[in-house]
Nanobody, 118 residues
Framework: VQLVESGGGLVQPGGSLRLSCAAS???????MGWYRQAPGKQRELVAT???????NYADSGKGRFTISRDSAKNTVYLQMNSLKPEDTAVYYC??????????????WGQGTQVTVSS
């Protein structure tokens, strides 16, 4: 199993970033999502998307963030607009689905830093 994240970086308040996470090695993917962890805080939900396309957002990102997926590429995206300094965190991709020859179904990416600062 491999999760490859990209798209983090430094952006000014009000700016935009698009995160990507490409997953491989799964027999099937049921859920993909993004979580974040700021220094000194617990990891928290940002947004998730199911295989049927249904989505779930944390209140902090509603109206500003959009999660989407390309099922053919097993890739999930997070478009983040109107970024605020409080969005600064390490963003982690999470993918859930069966993998052959293992009972583990939940996998995390390595994380990508998002810093919102002027």
């Amino acid at each position: 199993v491999q999760l490859v994240e990209s798209g983090g970086g430094l952006v000014q308040p009000g700016g935009s970033l698009r995160l990507s996470c490409a997953a491989s090695g799964f027999a099937r993917i049921t859920n993909m999502g993004w979580y974040r962890q700021a220094p000194g805080k617990q990891r928290e939900l940002v947004a998730t998307i199911n295989s049927d396309g249904s989505t779930n957002y944390a209140d902090s990102g509603k109206g500003r963030f959009t999660i989407s997926r390309d099922s053919a590429k097993n890739t999930v995206y997070l478009q983040m607009n109107s970024l605020k300094p409080e969005d600064t965190a390490v963003y982690y991709c999470r993918v859930v689905g069966p993998v052959l020859f293992t009972s583990t179904t939940e996998y995390w990416g390595q994380g990508t830093q998002v810093t919102v600062s002027s």
